[in-house]
């Protein structure tokens, strides 16, 4: 568990951390990839060893195979008034994780409140099925769109008219489809400018 904790903070924040007695291969492998992500071998078992680690720290993830040591993590990083993600219960949480699905730029992220993991990954699995690589170039052309429009049109109430008479083109919406993103570009450029 404490695997993907990481792989999910690792790209959005400045240094992680993480203290264990041993580490997954692939957990090697994401601190040799990212240099702000710092494996400390060592075993966590007393409050005073806790409290090193936590001075510095903004999130506490309690991810280990013994509850009653999630439990003390849990306790003191609330006791530091931290933000605490405790993996295998509720108790002693004050943040969640939701569960995640990422295709090129767009994510969706799916959360019962710590409640039910299970059914969060089930939503989010049956979720991810319904994004297309076409809903990805409807993203990228309407990043376009919106850039152009900013720089083209004044006012955010025209803007907003011309990006929705883009993202409701049948002949974009044709486009994305096949692939054709620059020929969906050049289609935005001319709605934008009213030159169709």
């Known amino acids: 568990m404490a695997t993907r904790r990481v792989e999910r903070v690792v790209k959005s924040c400045r240094r992680v951390v993480v203290v264990s007695a041993d580490f997954t291969a692939k957990l090697r492998r994401l601190a040799a990839r990212y240099p702000h992500l710092s494996l400390i071998r060592r075993e966590v078992d007393s409050e005073q060893g806790l409290e090193g680690y936590l001075k510095d720290a903004d999130l506490v993830v309690a991810a280990t195979d013994d509850p009653q040591l999630n439990s003390r993590i849990a306790a003191a ?51 991810a ?65 009213g030159l169709d």
């Open 77 to 127: 990083g609330g006791s530091a008034r931290r933000l605490v993600n405790r993996v295998d219960s509720l108790a002693g949480s004050n943040v969640t994780f939701p569960a995640v699905f990422t295709k090129g730029d767009v994510t969706v992220a799916v959360s019962t409140g710590g409640r039910s993991p299970l059914l969060s990954k089930s939503l989010r699995q049956r979720l």
């Open 129 to 193: 099925g319904t994004i297309t690589e076409t809903d990805v170039r409807m993203v990228r052309l309407l990043d376009y769109s919106r850039r152009l429009a900013s720089r083209k049109l004044p006012g955010e109430p025209a803007r907003r008219r011309v990006l929705r008479m883009v993202a409701a083109d049948p002949l974009v919406k044709s486009l994305l489809e096949r692939g054709s993103l620059r020929e969906a570009e050049t289609r935005a450029r001319r709605i934008i400018l």
